[in-house]
């Protein structure tokens, strides 16, 4: 059943397909976790990253997300939600969740601080979910 109304604010421009190279591999990760514990830290970062993958939106924001992050997908933050979210068009103002994401400028509320900003690509819009 759809859930109709759903309040976001998104980021008008679309995701693009993930070909972000890595600028950190393990050895880097190794160096930054020095007199912690690297295992521990490695561990916990493959986890949250299994079955992800990252991405860049058109407006240059790089992103982890959803394996299945296509081309054409939108970023939003769900009113009330603490992190944004990749949705994917299915008609006219109806959108599907292909799941959560994680874009570093977008969290913990920022999103919302920016909407007020001109020029910063956000949008207050009512859409619905199916």
């Known amino acids: 059943m759809p859930n109709k109304g759903s309040r976001v604010v998104a980021n008008t421009e679309n995701a693009n397909e993930a070909k972000v190279p890595s600028s950190v591999d393990i050895h880097v990760l190794r160096k930054l976790a020095d007199g912690g514990n690297a295992d521990r830290f490695l561990d916990a970062a493959a986890t949250a990253c299994a079955w992800r993958q990252t991405f860049e939106t058109k407006g ?41 994401c994680y874009i570093g400028p977008l ?24």
């Open 107 to 130: 969290m913990r509320g920022e999103a919302v601080k920016k909407l007020s900003s001109p020029g910063s690509g956000l949008e207050d819009s009512w859409i619905e979910l199916l």
């Open 60 to 100: 240059g924001l790089i992103g982890v997300g959803p394996r299945s992050v296509a081309e054409g997908d939108v970023i939003c933050i769900l009113f009330g939600a603490d992190i944004p979210f990749v949705i994917r068009p299915q008609g006219a103002a109806a959108y599907s969740v292909v799941g959560e």
